[in-house]
């Protein structure tokens, strides 16, 4: 029984502190929004249609800032995205279902994912 109640906690724990990843976005609008409290200009956001993005993704374009905030229906979406795409000359962090791609690292930083090189 202790096992148990030590393996609920650590998972708990794990829950509530999160990993590098773990942060999610329910939309590239609520990205967006995250964006800009981390300080990131985006005053009028351009939707990015899904036939540009791939099946599973919706984005927009912060274009002031040369910013592409994207986020993913599943993780296979996010891999296929990022298969097609490649490497990129834009800064790219994100979590499991989102990418934010632009020139200010430090700021992208800031909307809980991980660099993605």
């Given at each position: 029984?202790?096992?148990?109640?030590?393996?609920?906690?650590?998972?708990?724990?794990?829950?509530?502190?999160?990993?590098s990843g773990s942060t999610t976005y329910s939309s590239a609008e609520a990205l967006a929004d995250a964006f800009v409290e981390a300080g990131g200009e985006c005053p009028t956001p351009q939707v990015i249609d899904e036939s540009m993005?791939?099946?599973?993704?919706?984005?927009?374009?912060c274009q002031e800032s040369a910013t592409?905030?994207?986020?993913?229906?599943?993780?296979?979406?996010?891999?296929?995205?990022?298969?097609?795409t490649g490497d990129s000359q834009l800064v790219r962090f994100g979590g499991d279902?989102?990418?934010?791609?632009?020139?200010?690292?430090?700021?992208?930083?800031?909307l809980g994912g991980s660099r993605i090189n």
């Open positions: 029984m202790r096992k148990l109640g030590v393996a609920v906690v650590v998972g708990l724990a794990l829950v509530l502190t999160g990993c993005l791939g099946e599973g993704a919706q984005g927009v374009l592409f905030l994207t986020v993913f229906d599943s993780a296979a979406a996010k891999d296929r995205y990022l298969a097609e279902y989102w990418i934010a791609a632009g020139q200010d690292e430090s700021i992208l930083d800031q």
